[in-house]
T-cell receptor, first 113, second 113 residues
Framework: DAGVTQTPRHEVAEKGQTIILKCEPV?????LFWYRQTKIQGLELLSY????????DGGAFKDRFKAEMLNSSFSTLKIQPTEPKDSAVYLC???????????FGSGTRLTVL | GDSVTQTEGLVTVTEGLPVKLNCTYQ???????FFWYVQYLNEAPQVLLKSSTDNKRTEHQGFHATLHKSSSSFHLQKSSAQLSDSALYYCALNQGGSAKLIFGEGTKLTVSS
């Protein structure tokens, strides 16, 4: 089975731009998560979907971050407008109903200039 | 709110010597599970260990951890560190009901020869 696929692997944006990150979860998984990874903060939850319904939207990220799950096999994370402090690795993860283990994608490294 | 704390941001150990990565937590939930995730350079985080049973040792790939609810801890240990163990390690708490994890800040382990 294919794992979690994230595209692009790297993204460079100018301050103020809109960027969209993409994620394809493991086939059959019902839970999907977006995390932001930085050296200082570690892994921070941005959004959590169960069966395409938004279950949790990270409070600190609501204003410029919007995650959507267009169908059970595709999700996007939009950052609008980008700021230099958004530079980080964005990780997507999925899980099945047993809800025991998260499977992570390799992430998108975002650099905002 | 619930939280996970990893006190060491960086641990350096000589190959062949024992290593211990600390993890403590605060939670109000009764049904909980704990994980250690490992992230090798340029790879996705992956699960290393999981436990939900108090005072039971869990082992995998030479690493072991024991959940101690009395001290709110889930430390990761290995008796003999290998160069290939160099990676970023995250301790994580699952509150039950979903795969959502609360992560610690992460500990970067460097094993030197």
């Amino acid at each position: 089975d294919a794992g979690v696929t994230q595209t692009p692997r790297h993204e460079v944006a100018e301050k103020g731009q809109t960027i969209i990150l993409k994620c394809e979860p493991v086939s059959g998984h019902n839970d999907l998560f977006w995390y932001r990874q930085t050296k200082i903060q570690g892994l921070e939850l941005l959004s959590y979907f169960r069966s395409k319904s938004l279950m949790e939207d990270g409070g600190a990220f609501k204003d410029r971050f919007k995650a959507e799950m267009l169908n059970s096999s595709f999700s996007t994370l939009k950052i609008q407008p980008t700021e230099p402090k958004d530079s980080a690795v964005y990780l997507c993860a999925s899980s099945d109903w047993s809800a025991e283990t998260l499977y992570f994608g390799s992430g998108t490294r975002l650099t905002v200039l | 709110g619930d939280s996970v704390t990893q006190t060491e941001g960086l641990v350096t150990v000589t190959e062949g010597l024992p290593v211990k990565l600390n993890c403590t937590y605060q939670t109000t939930y009764l049904t909980i599970a704990f994980f250690w995730y490992v992230q090798y350079l340029n790879e996705a985080p992956q699960v290393l260990l999981k436990s939900s049973t108090d005072n039971k040792r869990t082992e995998h790939q030479g690493f072991h951890a024991t959940l101690h609810k009395s001290s709110s801890s889930f430390h990761l240990q290995k008796s003999s560190a290998q160069l290939s163990d160099s990676a970023l390690y995250y301790c994580a708490l699952n509150q039950g009901g979903s795969a959502k994890l609360i992560f610690g800040e992460g500990t970067k382990l460097t094993v030197s020869s």
